[in-house]
């Protein structure tokens, strides 16, 4: 049994969480939050992404397509070296191509949300995992989207104040609303949570 600080949500000051996907919407603000809370940060993201948004200094950043095997080792790798153990990782990385009927959707576009999505969450996770196991009781947190449980299809093309309206809590998500449930699930608090899927969006999924 693990103790936990009940003043603390995330992961304790000094641990080492690795955020792919970190220089994205809510990858920044999850990153800030890590860091301002003494966590040590690596952020894994295209370079494309880490160019246009890099992360702050006190963080590591690596290069990776998510995507690729090779990519992905070299990556973790490199990680690897400097960090031989990790306490926590998440997986921010996604990719939305929009709904289509299966008749209507070219392989290639299926093959680039499989690639961009699946492989890449498989391919981080079977990377990381032996870092998270080394350190005894480390976190795994892959973020997806309802779309994954198709609740999400009476929003597709609707402007945006009518999806808020549509939404339980009526209004849109914003990036700070995913990082709590992050961070405590990366925390102590939520050490015999395993295997959960936990749904964050203003009550849509069960209404
Ligand atoms: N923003 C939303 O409204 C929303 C809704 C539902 C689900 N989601 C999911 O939440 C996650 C994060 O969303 P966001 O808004 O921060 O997205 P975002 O597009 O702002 O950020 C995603 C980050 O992942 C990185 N990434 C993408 N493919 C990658 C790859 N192959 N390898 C490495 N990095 C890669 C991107 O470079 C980017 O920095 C995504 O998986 C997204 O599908 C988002």
């Known amino acids: 049994m693990t103790g936990f600080d ?22 920044r603000v999850l990153v800030r939050a890590l860091l301002d809370t003494g966590v040590r940060v690596a952020v894994l993201d295209l370079p494309a ?14 290069a990776m397509d ?36 299966i008749a209507d959707l070219p392989v290639a576009v299926f093959d680039e949300v499989i690639a961009g999505n699946l492989r890449c ?4 996770a079977r990377a990381a995992l032996p870092l998270l196991h080394r350190s005894g009781n480390g976190s795994l947190v ?6 994954a449980v198709d609740v999400e299809k009476i929003f597709e093309g609707v402007p945006e104040e009518v999806y808020a ?14 990082a709590g449930p992050i961070l405590f699930l990366l925390g102590a608090a939520s050490g015999f949570v395993n295997g959960e899927m936990l749904i964050v969006d203003g009550g849509v999924y069960t209404q």
């Open 165 to 178: 309206k549509r939404v339980p809590m009526k209004r849109m998500a914003q990036s700070q609303d995913m």
């Open 66 to 101: 998510g995507s690729d095997a090779a990519s992905v080792e070299a990556a973790f790798s490199t990680l690897a070296g400097d960090w031989p153990q990790l306490d926590g990782f998440v997986n921010l990385a996604g990719l939305f191509k929009g709904l289509q009927p």
């Open 6 to 27: 009940p003043l603390r949500l995330g992961p304790r000051a000094g641990a080492r969480v690795a955020v792919v996907g970190g220089s994205g919407g809510m990858g």
């Open 49 to 62: 992404s880490l160019a246009e948004n890099p992360p702050p200094t006190d963080a590591m950043a690596l």
């Open 142 to 147: 892959s973020v997806a989207s309802t779309m």
């Open 121 to 124: 969450h498989f391919l981080c």
